[in-house]
């Protein structure tokens, strides 16, 4: 069963905007993972946060973590048309449990 | 360093058939997952093998079944293919057991008619 959800299910932005995701999830964790999937492919790890951290940063993307309200949030900064792809959060313990995805569309 | 592949690339089966996938990990990792991903969902996760034994499975029913060889390529089998097994399969290869950074292959796309 998948554990996360993602919110918004889609999101369609200009080049140059920031994009934010949503991630709710419903049991304990040990990390939350952000991935990125373009058409159909291989999914490309983006950041892993651990459970005791807040925040985590990697080039433009930020992610946050609030373990008391069981969620996560990705934000994308100055958005380029070649991110336009499916994000997935994935919430790890023993293995790894995926949401459903947002699907980003930046047009240029 | 070679990443994560996975043959076939595409797959048409049959209901009742059997199949096999492969996976090939990227170099040094001794610990691989296979995923189910139907279309317009996430992956779904099935099981994770780490120096040859199943270290880890979800919820689906024995006739998913795996190996993991000792270099540490791998095999995903379904036996008795249903219509709802029409997916694209991905596995992914990580330096540690558990819930760690994974590296995914390209994936192959079954089709069951």
């Known amino acids: 069963s998948q554990q996360g959800e993602e919110d918004p299910q889609a999101l369609s932005i200009q080049e140059g905007e920031n994009a934010t995701m949503n991630c709710s999830y419903k049991t304990s964790i040990n990390n939350l993972q952000w991935y990125r999937q373009n058409s159909g492919r291989g999914l490309v790890h983006l950041i892993l946060i651990r459970s005791n951290e807040r925040e985590k940063h990697s080039g433009r993307l930020r992610v946050t973590l609030d373990t008391s309200k069981k969620s996560s949030s990705l934000l994308i900064t100055a958005s380029r048309a070649a991110d336009t792809a499916s994000y997935f959060c994935?919430?790890?313990?023993?293995?790894?449990?995926f949401g459903a995805g947002t699907r980003l569309t930046v047009k240029p | 360093e070679t990443g994560v592949t996975q043959s076939p690339t595409h797959l048409i089966k049959t209901r009742g058939q059997q199949v096999t996938l492969r996976c090939s990990s990227q170099?040094?990792?001794?610990?691989v997952s296979w995923y189910q991903q139907a279309l317009g969902q996430g992956p779904q996760f099935i099981f994770q093998y780490y120096r040859e034994e199943e270290n880890g499975r979800g919820n689906f029913p024995p006739r998913f079944s795996g190996l993991q060889f000792p270099n540490y390529s791998s095999e995903l089998n379904v036996n008795a293919l249903e219509l709802d097994d029409s997916a694209l399969y991905l596995c992914?290869?990580?330096?540690?057991?558990?819930?760690?950074?994974?590296?995914f292959g390209p994936g192959t796309r079954l089709t069951v008619t």
């Open positions: 994935a919430t790890a313990w023993n293995d790894m449990r």
């Open positions: 992914a290869s990580s330096l540690r057991t558990g819930a760690y950074e994974q590296y």
């Open positions: 170099s040094g990792h001794n610990t």
